[in-house]
């Protein structure tokens, strides 16, 4: 069974930087992506990367300020991100895909098959 275990979110200042990681359990190389749910509202798409790590995808929200990476012998993702404010205060979930699919697909939490439990982020004074 594949399992992902998202790590380091914490609080952080507002203008400040924090890297998530995602270890997946997992011999084979998935399509990796983040979401992100704010307190009572939908999870919604953050950013993807494919299997060779070559091709990546982002929300507009976020575009400029994160940056997706993968380990190139590990099963490893990560989120690096900058200038965060309030706005990205959420639980971060990590997702994993068998295959890339269109764009429009793997933005959405449907182009996923494999889920971690989430990493909170606080952005706050």
């Known amino acids: 069974q594949v399992r992902l275990v998202e790590s380091g979110g914490r609080l952080v200042q507002p203008g400040g930087s924090l890297r998530l990681s995602c270890d997946i359990s997992?011999?084979?190389?998935?399509?990796m992506s983040w979401f992100r749910q704010p307190s009572g509202k939908e999870r919604v798409f953050v950013a993807a990367?494919?299997?060779?790590?070559?091709?990546?995808l982002y929300a507009d929200s976020v575009k400029g300020r994160f940056t997706i990476s993968r380990a190139s012998a590990e099963n490893m993702v990560f989120l690096q991100m900058n200038s965060l404010n309030t706005e990205d205060t959420a639980v971060y979930y990590c997702?994993?895909?068998?295959?890339?699919?269109?764009?429009?697909?793997?933005?959405?939490?449907?182009?996923?098959?494999?889920w971690g439990q989430g990493t909170l982020v606080t952005v706050s004074d």
């Open positions: 990367i494919n299997e060779s790590g070559r091709r990546t």
């Open positions: 997702g994993a895909s068998r295959a890339w699919q269109v764009d429009s697909v793997m933005n959405r939490s449907i182009g996923y098959d494999y």
């Open positions: 997992a011999r084979t190389r998935y399509v």
